[in-house]
């Protein structure tokens, strides 16, 4: 790990302010991603802004009806809250899914949104990837894809994005604040959140050069069976091949989004209307398109039976 240097911020605005004025700074919170990224010197800030003390760890009912989730708040206590449980439970089940006990304690809400992918090749630096090292290549492209993404990928990157979370506050229509520099704020629909990587797949996200997330918020609460199904490699502390969250409604309409499979949790709206004619219906359309690899092609009709699984479940 390479020399850095550190400090704790007292405000959003002015940790916002110290990493949009220091080339080369990051936001320090729990530290699960960040961490292992600098171990092995794929990150190497030179400056780490603390902002765990930034009282961003509380969940607030909203206005609307919803709920204001602060960007500290931890995977395990989002997950275990009462409300999240009742009205947003697709949520607790896709934060449940992912890593660990212990890492839940300590990973955050903010940073769940901004952990990088897991492709093998952006964790081998002597491999080619534009994510680590723009214009370099995409080693991937032609290497072992079986991990990798099938739709929403380009000739500069095949990766995906990694996380659960993030596929089920798509569902929900989630909305995520922040703060910049100047103490500016903004809210950002989650579906603009994450970026496609285009011809720029290391600009991963909507956030501007040290502009903070705050909170995320959801909606007010849309009923029906909330489901999350994860497939993946062996049965726990591992990442999605094809996920699948969804909230069907007792006629059969819902909504539903796919990770595992895209640089960002793929949904696509005008495939829901599909529903009722079942899974393959919905798949066809959402996966129109589809680059796949002989060793990634699975995942397309993985995802149809998966989407099936949980057509199943929501019908009783």
Same mark, same amino acid.
């Given at each position: 790990m390479k020399a850095f240097t550190y400090e704790r911020a007292k405000t959003p605005a002015?940790?916002?302010a110290i990493v949009a004025r220091m080339p080369g700074a990051k936001f320090l919170?729990?530290?699960?991603?960040?961490?292992?990224?600098m171990k092995l010197q794929i990150e190497a800030p030179s400056h780490l802004v603390d902002v765990q003390d930034?009282?961003?760890?509380?969940?607030?009912?909203?206005? @609307?009806? !919803?709920?204001?989730?602060? *960007?500290? %708040?931890?995977?395990?206590?989002?997950a275990a809250d009462?409300?999240?449980?009742? @009205?947003? !439970?697709?949520?607790?089940? *896709?934060? %449940?899914?992912?890593?660990?006990?212990?890492l839940r304690n300590k990973a955050t809400t903010a940073g769940n949104l901004?952990?990088?992918?897991?492709?093998?090749?952006f964790y081998d630096t002597n491999q080619a990837c534009n994510k680590r090292r723009p214009g370099s290549g995409c080693a991937a492209i032609g290497g072992y894809s079986r991990q990798l993404g099938v739709i929403g990928v380009s000739k500069s990157c095949i990766a995906t994005y990694p996380g659960d979370m993030a596929v089920a506050l798509r569902v929900l229509d989630a909305r995520v604040e922040t703060?910049?520099?100047?103490?500016?704020t903004r809210t950002i629909p989650i579906a603009e959140f994450h970026r496609l990587w285009g011809d720029t797949p290391h600009i991963e996200t909507a956030l501007a050069p040290g502009e903070l997330i705050t909170a995320v918020s959801l909606p007010a609460p849309i009923g029906g069976r909330h489901l999350y199904q994860k497939v993946r490699d062996r049965a726990s502390y591992a990442f999605a091949l094809v996920s699948v969250a969804a909230v069907i409604q007792p006629d059969g309409s819902g909504r539903v989004a796919f990770g595992g499979v895209a640089p960002r949790p793929w949904r696509v709206e005008a495939a829901e209307a599909l529903l009722p004619q079942g899974a393959r219906a919905?798949?066809?359309?959402?996966?129109?398109?589809?680059t796949t690899s002989s060793e990634n092609a699975f995942k397309v009709p993985l995802a149809e039976r998966t989407l099936a699984s949980v057509i199943a479940q929501a019908k009783g």
């Open positions: 002015e940790a916002a919170a729990g530290g699960t991603n960040l961490l292992d990224l930034l009282g961003l760890d509380r969940i607030e009912k909203a206005p @609307d009806g !919803g709920l204001r989730i602060g *960007a500290l %708040v931890t995977n395990t206590t989002l009462e409300r999240v449980r009742r @009205d947003y !439970g697709v949520l607790t089940r *896709a934060i %449940v899914a992912g890593a660990s006990g212990q901004l952990q990088r992918t897991r492709c093998p090749y703060v910049n520099a100047q103490g500016a919905v798949v066809t359309r959402a996966f129109a398109g589809a």
